[in-house]
């Protein structure tokens, strides 16, 4: 048995309902996943879909459970100010016990922000964006003292987290992101989890790689980054139901496992799961697009995860 952190990533704009949100949270606690994660968007449509605000969920989360871990995958910085995410990523790391995984990143679904209003920048601005979203964070997170920042986009005068948060340092940070010329040095400054996406067991080991480099030349140790990957999971209990679920899917079924999905039946799953680990992934974000398949779920926590807790 090869041990690994295997969690859930709930897309929150797929239909996603206050009963819903509970269930799953319930279901995560009692069937022993290691964490809840969930995306931060309005809407992916079209379609337009039910949906929850990230952070309104998360405080929720922290009070309707008690064990699991809670994070965003990721939360776009052209949403918020980065000083109001981290007053509300502090205040949900502290109501919950310190169990929040405060994911960032650039945002990159235009048409969400055309429908609210939120303005879309090109990618260059946004990765500006972002950069002074993690200084302006860690900065707040980390200074027990009035802090000031000349950012070009988020400039700080004198400011400082009130209470200070319970744990040291704030939670924990997390960037998502195959990139290997701009989010890899991201995650190695700023970082204390890299999250990759939809992405080969072999990719991961050769941006393992990269990390660790970029990491000593910080100064920083190997294992001061966890390594985690997201990617959708199709399960069926056997052939006859997989074959079932794959048919369900809005994606082509000749290209989910190219594009990096895990499908399969429980032996199949464990296997591809095993190459992630192998590769160096310390916990795996099982994406489960169907929020109302608890028996999947239940089958999922018998069925695989104990090959790696």
């Known amino acids: 048995m090869v041990k690994a952190q295997i969690g859930l990533m709930l897309e929150g ?28 968007h309005f809407t992916i449509g079209p379609p337009d879909d ?12 922290a009070t309707q459970t008690s064990r699991i871990e ?21 205040a949900v790391d502290d109501l919950s016990g310190g169990r929040l995984v405060l994911g960032l990143g650039t945002g990159w679904h235009e048409r969400e922000h055309q429908q609210f209003g939120i303005p879309f920048y090109d990618i260059a ?21 009035p802090v000031s920042f000349d950012g070009q986009h988020y400039p700080l005068r004198e400011a400082i987290l009130l209470p200070r948060p319970a744990r040291k340092n704030g939670p924990p940070i997390l960037i998502g992101g195959n990139g290997m010329k701009k989010t ?12 990759a996406v939809y992405i080969t067991p072999q990719g991961c080991r050769e941006r393992n790689a990269l990390l660790d480099t970029l990491l000593a030349e910080r100064g920083r140790a190997a294992t001061s980054v966890k390594r ?12 006859a139901q997989l074959a079932a679920k794959v048919a369900q899917s809005p994606e082509p079924a000749d290209k989910l496992l190219e594009w990096n999905r895990i499908v399969g039946t429980p032996s199949a799953v464990v296997d591809q799961i095993g190459a992630y680990v192998e590769a160096g992934t310390q916990r795996l974000m ?3 697009r169907d929020q109302t398949d608890f028996d999947g779920l239940e089958l999922l926590a018998k069925q695989v995860l104990p090959h790696f807790s």
């Open 184 to 195: 890899l040095p991201l995650v190695a400054q700023y970082a204390d989890e890299w999250n």
């Open 125 to 145: 601005t946004r990765y500006a964006m972002l950069h002074e979203a993690l200084e302006v964070t860690t900065r707040l997170f980390r200074s027990d003292t």
């Open 228 to 239: 985690s990957v997201m990617t959708q999971v199709i399960l069926g209990k056997d052939d």
């Open 286 to 288: 099982l994406m489960w």
């Open 70 to 90: 809670l994070g965003t995958l990721v939360a776009p910085t052209t949403f918020r100010h980065p000083a109001l995410t981290a007053r509300m990523a502090a």
């Open 13 to 40: 704009q797929w239909g996603l309902t206050w009963e819903r949100w509970r269930r799953l949270l319930r279901a995560a606690e009692d069937y022993g996943f290691q964490c809840v994660f969930r995306s931060d």
């Open 50 to 61: 039910d949906s929850l605000e990230t952070f309104v969920s998360l405080t929720d989360a």
